[in-house]
Structure formats: C-alpha cells, structure tokens
C-alpha cells in the first residue's frame, strides 16, 4: 500500500465511527472559524462552489446563502461524514489527492480544518487549482502550533501512567500539518502549488470548556476514544473513572483551551 493510500485508509478510519459525534460536539465548534474564510472569499457572483474536506456539511448552508447563485458541492474522503450533509447539495466522497473535477470547474474553493490531513498539502492544491477556473478564490483553514490545554496533556500523561495503549492511528505514514501549522508556510505551499496573491494570518482560538462537555469530547472524539477502544470492558470502565476522577480534581483554568488557527486564501 502506497504512503498515500495508507493515509488515507487512516483518514477514513479516524472518522467513520465517529461522524455523528463530529457533527454534534466539533463541528460547531470549527464552523465560526471557516465563517472567517468565506467572509474573504466575496462568493456573491460565484456560479460553482467546494468545500473540499466538508466532513458533515454543515458549512454548506453557510456558502449557499454567500452564493445563492451557485451549485454548491461537498466534497470528502470519508462517506460516513458526507452522507451526513444535507442532500439538497453536491456530495461526493472523493480522495482530495486524486479529484476528478474537470479543469475550471470551480469559482471558489474553501477547505476547513483538512488539508492537514493531505499528506501532501502542495500536490493537493495543484491539483485543486487545475479545479477552479482562473481568477477564483480559495480559502484554507488549519490548525497552527500555539495549543495551550492544560487539561489535555493532564488527560494524556494519566492515559499513559494507568497504561491506556497508544492511538493506533499514530503509528501511520504522517500527514502533512507540519507543512502548513504557520502562516507563513500556509502562504509557501499555496505559491508553490501555483496560486497568487497569497496572504494568511492566525486568529486565536480560545474555548473555555465545563467538566462535563470535555469529558464527552475526550470520550467521543478523537485519540482518547481510539486509545480506550483497544481495552475491554471492564478495563475501558476502570480507566475512564480514573481519568474522570483525574479531570474533575483540576481547576476550571486546566480547561481553558488555546490554540492558533491559521487562515489562508489566494487566487487560482
């Protein structure tokens, strides 16, 4: 299996069990933020529209109402989140490292919290690039470097004392978030990929959870979920109760969440 057909049986692993868990605890969560990228984009003459990387669809609504004028499609790896999306749009599951849109297809791109899962961010966007038709607009959302999460790494650091097994999805070929966790390398790959007028910046992200909503993202989402997939019941039980215990003797300011969003748009 080639690097990248590997990534993306990992891609589609992470996230098909866990699609109507995004769609109600992360995807409101990440939607304000690719509201800041359709803002930049000034879709209102836009006729054809993607959002590459849709997971559940639930930007699509958003696009439609910048674009009214516009076919509107989303685009993801994983069918189990983009069955999830409303059928009055588009929908395809598709490899974003192999489209098979047909040259100019598009006006506007918008790709949220997914590029960094292309192993291969710069050979993804040549590719959506021969997708839009030249003068469109695309606009990139992907998590920087400046994370802050107290509770997390306390989370973790109790995972692995009381001997939960790492996540499986870990020990893959890697994906490309490195290439673009700054600004300035978001701006990089999209030059090299072809596109002008390439600009980005990093906006804060800052969630203040309460106990009980971090518990059901740990428990729901993400590498937590996977690491205590791998025990037993009764071990699963055992685990979860001490990472609760372990969670609920913190201070409310162990779950006060920082990160850094970067967000980037240029033209085709």
Known sequence: ?????????????????????????????????????????????ARRVLDLGCGVGKLLPDIEERAPSAFVVGSDLTHEMVRRADP???????????????????????????????????????????AMRPGGRIGIAVWGTGEVFPAMTAWDE???????PPDPA???????????????????????????????ESAEWHVEWDTGDFLEWRLRMGPSRRRLGQLDRDERERAVTALRDHVAALGPDALVHHDEVVLGTATA
């Open 1 to 45: 299996m080639t690097g990248g057909a590997a990534n993306a049986r990992i891609v589609r692993d992470m996230y098909s069990p866990i699609a109507s868990d995004y769609e109600e605890i992360w995807a409101p969560r990440l939607r304000p933020f690719a509201l800041q990228l359709l803002d930049r984009l000034s879709l209102e003459d």
């Open 88 to 130: 009055r749009f588009g929908r395809v599951a598709m490899d974003g490292m192999r489209l098979a849109y047909a040259d100019g297809s598009f006006d506007a791109v918008v790709s949220s919290f997914a590029l960094f899962h292309f192993p291969d961010p710069p050979g993804a966007l040549v590719g959506v690039r021969s």
């Open 158 to 164: 109790e995972s692995d004392r009381i001997g939960v």
């Open 170 to 200: 870990a020990a893959g070929p890697g994906d490309g978030r490195e290439q673009v966790d700054s600004p300035e390398k978001l701006r990089g790959v999209l030059e090299r990929a072809g596109f002008s007028e390439a600009s980005a």
